[in-house]
């Protein structure tokens, strides 16, 4: 451990905003540095308020009454991870009071705008969908001239909320009024639909130098009839990880640097398309992967933390980027189980799951009395699990494990879990594991 950056936190106060699914992260960074942590929200879930030392319950969102807390309680750094919304006031705040934080307001709006993200891919030669002209005050005319299937997404909006797969012209006016009152602007982007894999690359940035942290495969929820851009599964390494080294990573890479990040982590989430990658948004927050969880376990390399310790000190430390890979040792899988939906009567099989050494971390969203909406979002993942597994058999026996023995019921006795993943369709390509 660095004993001068172990001095230069001890002590430190840091405000965490959202971040519940994070609490155990959270709470043992505290310890190992001495940190005080601060929690602030109306609506802070109680594991999170559970590891902080100090609560108050503020509207987050409050810019001001927010800035105000920072400076009366002598806050010296502050972390947020969840809604973009969020993210988006932390920066304000920071900016407005003087506290470091990853992100700039200009690089923030930037970024996070989809269509513009595409726009930048495409004067960097990184591959994207089609898009679509399609005029609001002619949606019916120019529905009549797209390739069918299309996707339409807000520009703005995170976690798949208002992502609709649109089959046919006869339903594209309503889709698309859908999509388009999920989007905080008003505003969507029609694109070609893609049906190739989905993969996912994460970037660590160190004052302006890039490593390259992971890759995934996505396996989404399949449903006949319906679109769900959920993942019941996130495989790592990729299968396509070394042909995306060979052909992608210099350009995505450069991209990154050229847009101007500096520190943080940046995810870019495309597809695999016969033998090329097309890429449809960026992620410059920790996101609902982490991905974190196994570059630390596995190359003593942790983005959360430094990104923690950058909240507290305007520098990405902690960790050396040297060992910061993508080319994992052994396969990990994130498995999620999705819910139809409903108030959760009873559940069985978690405490069991504390047995299994390959589960590293599991996150258990919804308790007894809960109820879940039917929203097409993250919200409906009910539980996600953290997989390390010797080798690709041992990673199937313990996925099967877990969707044979994690149950819940709604009050009509009825199972509320809809996720049963086949782990023969899951693949690590020529990716090589240690023994």
């Known amino acids: 451990m660095n004993n001068n950056l172990k001095e230069e936190l001890n002590g430190k106060r840091l405000l965490i905003i959202g971040c519940a699914n994070y609490a155990k992260d959270i709470a043992e960074f ?36 927010l800035a105000a807390l920072v400076v009366e309680k002598n806050i010296d750094g502050i972390f ?7 993210i988006s006031c932390l920066i304000d705040v920071a900016e407005a009071t003087g506290r470091h934080f990853y992100a700039t307001r200009a690089l923030w709006d930037g970024l996070m705008n989809k269509q ?16 679509y002209v399609v005029r609001e005050d002619h949606l ?36 698309y009024n859908f999509s388009k009152s999920r989007s905080e ?17 994460y970037y660590t940035f160190v004052d302006g130098k890039a490593s390259f942290s992971s890759m995934h495969d996505k396996y989404l929820r399949k449903v006949p009839g319906t679109f769900i851009p959920l993942a019941e599964i996130y495989a790592y390494p990729s299968r396509h990880l070394q042909l995306y080294k060979d052909t992608t990573d210099a350009n995505v890479r450069k991209m990154l640097l050229d847009i101007g990040i500096k520190n ?23 996101g609902g992967t982490s991905q974190f ?6 190359n003593n390399f942790s983005s959360f933390h430094m990104m923690m310790i950058h909240s507290l000190t305007g520098r990405m430390d902690g960790y050396d980027q040297n060992n910061d890979t993508p080319d994992f040792s052994k396969p990990c899988c994130t498995l999620s189980l999705l819910s139809k939906g409903g108030k959760i009567a009873r559940i069985e099989g978690v405490d069991e799951m504390r047995k299994i050494k390959e589960i590293i971390y599991f996150e258990e969203r919804y308790k007894v009395g ?21 080798n690709v058999e041992r990673m199937k026996e313990v996925i099967n494990q877990i969707q044979d023995t994690v149950k819940a019921f709604d009050e009509n006795g009825e199972s509320m879990l809809i996720t049963h993943f086949d782990t023969n369709k899951l693949n690590f390509g020529d990716n090589k594991f240690e023994n």
């Not at 505290?30 to 319950?57: C, F, M, P, T």
């Not at 947020?80 to 969020?86: I, L, Q, R, S």
């Not at 595409?118 to 089609?130: A, M, N, Q, S």
């Not at 993250?378 to 597994?389: K, L, M, N, S």
């Open 116 to 131: 513009r993200f595409k726009d930048v891919c495409r004067k960097h030669g990184v591959l994207t969908p089609i898009d």
């Open 185 to 201: 602007s008003g505003t969507v982007t029609v694109e070609s639909f893609i049906d190739g894999e989905q993969v996912g690359v």
């Open 30 to 65: 505290a310890k190992q540095w001495n940190v005080k942590i601060i929690v602030a929200g109306l609506r802070n879930s109680k594991v999170i308020e559970a590891i902080a030392d100090e609560v108050y319950h503020i509207e987050i969102l409050d810019r001001k009454a």
């Open 370 to 390: 809960d109820t879940i909406r039917v929203t097409r979002t993250v919200a409906q993942f009910h539980y996600r699990f953290y997989i390390i597994a010797d």
């Open 293 to 298: 969880r196994y570059t630390r376990e596995l």
């Open 140 to 175: 019916e005319e120019d529905s009549k001239k797209l390739p069918y299937p299309v996707v339409i997404k807000p520009v703005d909006s995170c976690g798949a909320n208002g992502v609709v797969k649109c089959d046919r012209q006869e339903d594209f006016v309503e889709m």
């Open 264 to 286: 943080g982590i940046t995810s870019v989430q495309g597809f695999y398309d016969h033998g090329v990658f097309r890429f449809i948004e960026i992620g410059y927050r920790l």
């Open 80 to 86: 947020g991870g969840g809604t973009e919304d969020a």
